[in-house]
């Protein structure tokens, strides 16, 4: 297909496009679900996906749920989902751990519940999940007590982070050879009515400036999220379409990786956001200028219904 980027997608252009792949990588929030409720068609569209043969894979950067809390939320949300199709941080971490830095040791955690069970499950033991009180007495802060084990550090969303875990993390990461690695770099997390949160590249930026280091990412727009799908199923980059809703992540990971993209607008970014990048005329931010943009993944209803 030879159109311009940043092209809408309709009419006959959603079945060619549809055509032209084999596997459909979705973001989740702000793409099939907001929060709590789906995305009105999204159930329809990516059951229909998968009854027309394609490979539907679900690729998000929260990694404050498990493989298998994110498929029984969407079972619930009436998708047709199993847990192995979903590729969220906190998998994609215990998998970048096992299988890329073979770890051997404990991971000093600084994240969720979900990250410690993603971990356990391929066999990686942590300490530092939940609270880490400070008790009454003068703290001799430069030298806590610390896991000898511990041969990773790893930073994900915490609501418990505190200048403890701080510093703790920071004493590991100048012990000779301590992996650093962290779940995304997201710096806040969008809510409903244009509120936010912090998200995770809050903490890990202030993980990495106390350590003075860099932390090697897993999510989005890092090409080992992709990887990950990609080893697992065979899926090959020419013939995967990564929808998003965010340019910066979603579509920025697509790019990296050599697949077609499509911006959905039910989220994140809007249609200004690609065309500034685009007339920027900044090679580097060509990569978050999607192929195609639809107002809502509902959009892809009636090719697949017809
Ligand atoms: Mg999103």
């Not at 959603?14 to 793409?31: N, R």
């Not at 539907?56 to 998708?79: C, E, H, I, P, Q």
């Not at 949160?197 to 990495?208: D, I, K, N, R």
Request: aromatic fraction near 6%; include cysteine.
């Amino acid at each position: 297909m030879s159109v311009s980027k940043c092209t809408r997608l309709s009419g006959a252009l959603v079945k060619q496009l549809l055509d032209s792949v084999d596997s459909i990588l979705f973001d989740c929030d702000g793409v099939i679900w907001r929060g709590d409720q789906a995305i009105p068609g999204a159930p329809q569209v990516i059951n229909l996906l998968k009854e027309n043969g394609k490979r539907v894979f679900f690729v998000t950067n929260n990694s404050t749920k498990s493989r298998k809390m994110y498929a029984d939320k969407m079972t619930a949300l009436g998708f047709d989902v199993t847990e192995d199709e979903v590729f969220g941080t906190a998998y994609c971490c215990a998998m970048y751990l096992k299988t890329v830095c073979k770890l051997e040791g404990k991971v000093y955690l600084i994240g969720s519940n979900a990250m410690r069970q993603e971990l356990e499950a391929v066999g990686i033991q942590q300490t530092g999940v939940g609270p880490d009180h400070i008790c009454g007495k003068p703290i001799d802060w430069a030298n806590v007590p610390l896991d000898p084990e511990v041969k990773a550090v790893v930073v994900g969303f915490d609501e418990h982070f505190s200048y403890m875990k701080l510093n703790r993390a920071m004493q590991y990461l100048t012990q000779q050879g301590c992996l650093f690695v962290g779940t995304n770099r997201d710096t806040r997390l969008p809510l409903e009515g244009g509120k936010a949160v912090p998200g995770t590249g809050c903490l890990l930026q202030a993980v990495e400036t106390a350590a003075q280091r860099e932390a090697q990412t897993v999510g989005k727009p890092n090409h080992f999220m992709f990887d990950c799908v990609a080893s697992q199923f065979g899926v090959k980059a020419d013939r995967c379409l990564m929808v998003g809703d965010r340019l910066d992540t979603d579509i920025l990971l697509g790019s990296n990786c050599g697949l077609k993209t499509l911006l959905t607008l039910t989220g994140v970014s809007t249609v200004a956001d690609a065309e500034a990048h685009q007339k920027s005329g900044c090679p580097e931010r060509q990569g978050m200028v999607p192929d195609y943009y639809v107002e809502s993944i509902a959009d892809l209803l009636p090719a697949l219904q017809g």
